[in-house]
């Protein structure tokens, strides 16, 4: 089976952020599969050159961090025009004609794999030309409206309700074409009205990264990573820097890695901001204990994921482990500030006294994997049974009195 895998970025070999590891990890489950896959999508200024299995659409700076007001103004017209999320706008620049010369550079394919709303948004008719897949990575609409509740300024409320409006349509539209639907959890699933249809298989997530072994460096007492430019994450870290901290002793050093749209608050000396970090994984490494800070959005968190993987002791909010099925031993569930800091500060303290609070998270990646892979299978059984039944209604013939009539309408059309 060859399937066209359509994002908004293509990958470009070194996944960073949440949304490019799920993409990763979901297409080294195919590829376990036996499916053999194409990419389309765009290219990030400055990146690897596309490889042989790779369509380029074009070369776009995605995110809103270090986008200029300019530019931020500049996709919220685009959107208005086209009547279009942003997030879609941004990846609208094609015409339907351009675009299908372009993904058929693929060659014949089997169907579509639409990683994530923006592409299917901007191009309604990615989710009907073909058999399709949508792996719906949050519940968009839903993420908006909590943006639009927590956003500062008139403007931005709006803003993020006509986003969530939007969005709703859009991904009841997706999900109503799609031959099959992903989720990345059970929640969502039925936030997307989808819990009872057969269509619609949750996926278990990992990060595809093998654990790597505890080398004793610590760098900091507690240690938070995310992309904090995406407005979900940071709500989570804004209640942790305004609520948490206050409470933490002076003498525990708290880091926080990932890239910012705007300003990092000012915080106490105790606290950095190291913005984005070249290894995740050493940064994850070099904590005593993470902080998963979650306090909205949809879909799974990676950051979680990642932890659990490398076996790290974590206090996490109950909002962290959505879509998790079994919490380690080592890791702490707290909602209110007082307790979090608590936890932290119990775990630290541990930590610091030589105690051994790290796990080994080889049998939970196996575990994880393992469970991904048979999310995917069951999505392309899914697939082939529906491109089956498309094909024998396709095939089966007409009736007589039916096929007169067509004969007749034909004529008449002439």
């Known amino acids: 089976m060859h399937l066209l895998f359509l994002s908004s970025?293509?990958?470009?070999?070194?996944?960073?952020?949440?949304?490019?590891?799920?993409?990763?990890?979901?297409a080294e489950s195919y590829r376990r599969q036996g499916v053999r896959l194409s990419f389309?999508?765009?290219?990030?200024?400055?990146?690897?050159?596309?490889?042989?299995?790779?369509?380029?659409?074009?070369?776009?700076?995605?995110?809103?961090?270090?986008?200029?007001?300019?530019?931020?103004?500049?996709?919220?017209a685009a959107?208005?025009?086209?009547?279009?999320?942003?997030?879609?706008?941004?990846?609208?620049?094609?015409?339907?004609?351009?675009?299908?010369?372009?993904?058929?550079?693929?060659?014949?394919?089997?169907?579509?794999?639409?990683?994530?709303?923006?592409?299917?948004?901007?191009?309604?008719?990615?989710?009907?030309?073909?058999?399709?897949?949508?792996?719906?990575?949050?519940?968009?609409?839903?993420?908006?409206?909590?943006?639009?509740?927590?956003?500062?300024?008139l403007h931005r409320r709006a803003l993020y309700a006509r986003e969530a409006a939007l969005l709703r349509r859009i991904e009841t539209r997706i999900c109503r074409d799609a031959a099959v639907i992903h989720t990345l959890s059970d929640e969502d699933r039925a936030a997307l009205g989808l819990g009872d249809t057969a269509r619609c298989r949750s996926l278990t997530l990992t990060t595809g990264?093998?654990?790597?072994?505890?080398?004793?460096?610590?760098?900091?007492?507690?240690?938070?990573?995310?992309?904090?430019?995406?407005?979900?994450?940071?709500?989570?870290?804004?209640?942790?820097?305004?609520?948490?901290?206050?409470?933490?002793?002076?003498?525990?050093?708290?880091?926080?890695?990932?890239?910012?749209?705007?300003?990092?608050?000012?915080?106490?000396?105790?606290?950095?901001?190291?913005?984005?970090?070249?290894?995740?994984?050493?940064?994850?490494?070099?904590?005593?204990v993470l902080a998963l800070a979650t306090k909205g959005?949809?879909?799974?968190?990676?950051?979680?994921?990642?932890?659990?993987?490398?076996?790290?002791?974590?206090?996490?909010?109950?909002?962290?482990l959505r879509g998790v099925g079994a919490v380690p031993a080592n890791v702490w569930i707290a909602e209110d500030p007082q307790a979090f800091a608590d936890r932290l500060v119990e775990l630290v303290t541990a930590e610091r006294e030589g105690r051994a609070m790290r796990m080994d998270g080889a049998e939970f990646v196996r575990s994880q994997t393992a469970a991904l892979d048979a999310g995917i299978a069951a999505g392309l059984d899914l697939l082939k049974r529906s491109a089956a039944r498309v094909d024998g209604e396709a095939q089966r013939p007409v009736p007589a009195a039916d096929g007169d009539r067509a004969a007749l309408a034909g004529r008449e059309a002439v």
């Open 79 to 153: 959107a208005t025009l086209r009547n279009l999320p942003v997030s879609a706008a941004k990846v609208a620049g094609l015409s339907r004609e351009a675009l299908r010369q372009r993904l058929a550079e693929a060659g014949p394919v089997d169907g579509y794999v639409l990683s994530s709303v923006q592409m299917p948004a901007a191009y309604p008719f990615l989710a009907r030309d073909k058999p399709a897949i949508f792996i719906a990575h949050n519940v968009e609409h839903r993420s908006a409206w909590e943006n639009a509740r927590n956003a500062s300024g």
């Open 9 to 26: 970025l293509l990958p470009d070999g070194r996944p960073s952020t949440g949304f490019e590891i799920a993409n990763h990890a979901i």
């Open 209 to 288: 990264r093998t654990p790597r072994p505890d080398d004793g460096v610590r760098a900091q007492d507690v240690g938070l990573i995310g992309t904090w430019s995406w407005a979900p994450n940071r709500v989570g870290l804004d209640w942790f820097v305004a609520t948490v901290v206050p409470l933490l002793p002076a003498d525990i050093r708290v880091a926080i890695a990932g890239s910012f749209d705007g300003t990092p608050p000012r915080l106490p000396d105790n606290v950095s901001f190291l913005g984005r970090v070249p290894d995740a994984q050493a940064f994850v490494g070099a904590s005593r």
């Open 297 to 320: 959005g949809t879909g799974i968190q990676l950051k979680t994921i990642e932890a659990f993987e490398e076996g790290m002791p974590a206090v996490a909010t109950p909002q962290a």
């Open 40 to 76: 389309a999508g765009f290219r990030r200024p400055g990146s690897r050159q596309p490889a042989d299995d790779e369509i380029c659409l074009g070369e776009i700076a995605i995110e809103n961090a270090g986008a200029s007001m300019s530019r931020k103004l500049g996709w919220v």
